[in-house]
């Protein structure tokens, strides 16, 4: 299957600094890519959809000056959170639609990125 | 909150007995599908079900879709303890956009 790889891991970073993370298609061209966040033990909350040259478009409730979006490419989607807080700490996690597919097909996600702030 | 809902919120059995977690969700949609995550990873997909689709087979994985009742089941026969892990549905209405449930976590007892 395609691979999106995401970038880092896991990072950690004082509170007020700004952290990006990278959301890559390995292998295919992904038009579309989105961006979620999952608190421990819970599910997986849609923040944004990222579209390659354009505005992403943000869940209600989601800060958009909070949570930079840009995509840049097919096959690159950057969340930057900025001036992070220890209530940003959270599991981020991308996925992407291969282009060309029709919908009816299924999404592939990073790995994840679990952010701790301090 | 359009999420979907999952049960049980957690199951335990033992090894070699099947593993069962529903879902229900809100609107119509367009396809269901199940993800796998074990803990603090990404998502791995398992199956996808098709609106006009009402069982699907995959290895030792059931799904059963019920568009009028807005459900769906998983079912894992023979669970092995590399089954443990939370399940998650995840639906889509005619948009790339996924709406996941609450999940499901699995603990398989060796």
């Known amino acids: 299957g395609a691979v999106v790889s995401q970038h880092p891991s896991w990072v950690i970073c004082k509170s007020g600094t700004s952290v990006k993370i990278e959301c890559r298609s390995l292998?295919?061209?992904?038009?579309?890519m989105f961006w979620y966040r999952q608190f421990p033990k819970q599910s997986l909350m849609l923040m944004a959809t990222?579209?390659?040259?354009?505005?992403?478009?943000?869940e209600q409730g989601v800060e958009k000056d909070k949570f930079l979006i840009n995509h840049a490419s097919l096959t690159l989607s950057t969340l930057t959170v900025t001036s992070a807080h220890p209530e940003d700490s959270s599991f981020y996690i991308c996925?992407?639609?291969?282009?060309?597919?029709?919908?009816?097909?299924?999404?592939?996600f990073g790995q994840g990125t679990r952010l701790t702030v301090v | 909150s359009q999420q979907g809902e999952e049960d049980p919120q957690a199951l335990s059995i033992q090894e070699g007995e099947n593993a069962t977690m529903n879902c229900s969700y809100k609107t119509s949609i367009n396809n269901l599908q199940w993800y796998r995550q074990n803990s603090g990873r990404g998502l791995v997909h398992l199956i996808l079900?098709?609106?006009?689709?009402r069982e699907k087979h995959s290895g030792r994985l059931r799904v059963t879709l019920d568009t009028s009742k807005k459900s769906s089941s998983l079912l894992i026969t023979a669970s092995r303890a590399a089954d443990t892990a939370s399940y998650f549905c995840?639906?889509?209405?005619?948009?790339?956009?996924?709406?996941f449930g609450t999940g499901t976590r699995l603990k398989v007892l060796a």
């Open positions: 990222s579209n390659e040259g354009s505005k992403a478009t943000y």
């Open positions: 996925s992407a639609f291969q282009r060309g597919r029709g919908r009816d097909t299924e999404a592939f």
């Open positions: 079900i098709r609106s006009n689709e």
């Open positions: 292998d295919f061209q992904a038009t579309t």
């Open positions: 995840a639906t889509t209405s005619g948009t790339y956009k996924y709406i």
